[in-house]
């Protein structure tokens, strides 16, 4: 395949790989919201004056810490059903929110321990504790971006898994390898953008707090 006829090609398929490359977008900033938010409460536990839910804080921390994200796809795929039903309604459980709940989890056990620096931070009287948080949320961000390209072995439609339906239309080996090059160009290009951006914005967000980062 000649250079202007595959570039053609993948040009002709980018809203299609688009439309997937927007899902992984998603996916990743709602299992980082979401585990931002059970993180918080899990930080609670842990410093806590209550010994037991300490303990426990450190041991769901510990659990969802230590398995990793890939294990955590298929059992959470294979935990819920396909499809539920809600008021005589049978309502289907799509895949990309099982991917979502799947990244989910080590975001919490993330957010939790940073939740639980920042806390002690705060009472240290550590300088600019919430740009600290924020820089690291940002860059764990990025992992659980990354990782939600494998949500694809799950079933989920992503950009890896239209990417794969478009090397399937040809079986040339020029064309998987472009490709897939070309997908990681996209991953590339957000992760500069999210790394290069997030500094500015916590800045400005520092700044309109009147707290210099």
Do not use: C
């Not at 809203?15 to 979401?34: D, K, T, V, W």
């Not at 289907?92 to 799947?102: C, D, L, R, Y």
């Not at 002690?120 to 690291?136: D, L």
């Not at 072995?153 to 472009?178: K, P, Q, W, Y």
């Amino acid at each position: 395949m000649a250079p202007a006829e595959l570039a053609g090609e993948l040009i002709a398929w980018t809203p299609f790989l688009a439309g997937g490359f927007l899902r992984n977008l998603l996916i990743s900033a709602l299992a980082m919201g979401l585990g931002t938010l059970v993180g918080i409460g899990i930080a609670s536990g842990r410093d806590s004056g209550s010994r037991g839910a300490r303990l426990t804080g450190r041991g769901v921390t510990s659990v969802f810490r230590n398995v990793p994200s890939f294990v955590l796809l298929f059992y959470i795929a294979f935990l819920l059903p396909v499809e539920v039903e809600v008021a005589g309604t049978v309502v289907a459980i799509p895949n990309w929110i099982k991917a979502t709940i799947a990244l989910t989890i080590p975001a919490a056990a993330f957010a939790a321990d940073q939740s639980l620096a920042f806390r002690r931070q705060r009472r240290e009287g550590v300088a600019h504790p919430e740009a600290i948080f924020w820089s690291a949320w940002m860059q764990y961000f990025l992992i659980i971006f990354m990782a939600s390209s494998t949500a694809s072995v799950i079933g989920t439609d992503e950009v890896v898994a239209r990417a794969n339906t478009v090397v399937a239309t040809h079986s040339t080996s020029t064309f998987m390898l472009a490709t897939y090059s070309y997908i990681a160009v996209w991953f590339f290009a957000a992760a500069m953008l999210i790394s290069r951006g997030a500094p500015v914005l916590i800045h400005r967000a520092a700044r309109a707090r009147g707290v210099r980062a």
